[in-house]
């Protein structure tokens, strides 16, 4: 992008289990965009790192973080509470970067309603009865 240029903002979302990482990793890779790392209140997986796959935060800081109004979106999902921070968004779609936000439904939502200008891409499951038929 040229300077004084905003970035995009490029929203992915879908059901769990769509290919969510894999259209996003792809169009990263096209567009030279940088992936949003979400934080959340679950507990860190095997081989994940903190700041790289998520940021890890404990309940009480992530809804000071929420009160504070320092989040893009957020959601709870099964127990677990999901969100993208928005300062860094902000930064790099002012820096000319373009964005790309991995999210599921309601916080695609949240998003689409908050920033209009976004690109919103929204996977659909593949219809297994009908693909079934057509083997």
């Known amino acids: 992008m040229s300077a004084g240029t905003t970035g995009k903002l490029v929203v992915i979302s879908g059901p769990s289990g769509v290919g969510k990482s894999t259209v996003a990793t792809r169009l990263i890779d096209a567009l030279d965009a940088t992936l949003s790392i979400s934080a959340t209140t679950r507990p860190m997986g095997k081989g994940e790192v903190d700041g790289k796959n998520y940021r890890f935060l404990s309940r009480e800081a992530f809804e000071r973080q929420l009160e504070a109004g320092e989040f893009l979106e957020h959601a709870e999902y099964l127990g677990n509470l999901y969100g993208t921070p928005a300062c860094p968004v902000r930064e790099a779609l002012q820096a000319g970067r373009d964005v790309v936000l991995e999210i599921e439904v309601q916080g695609g939502i949240q998003v689409a309603h908050a920033q209009p200008d976004a690109v919103m891409i929204y ?10 038929g057509k083997r």
Request: hydrophobic letters at 30%.
């Open 123 to 132: 996977l659909l499951p593949t219809n297994t009865c009908e693909s079934a």
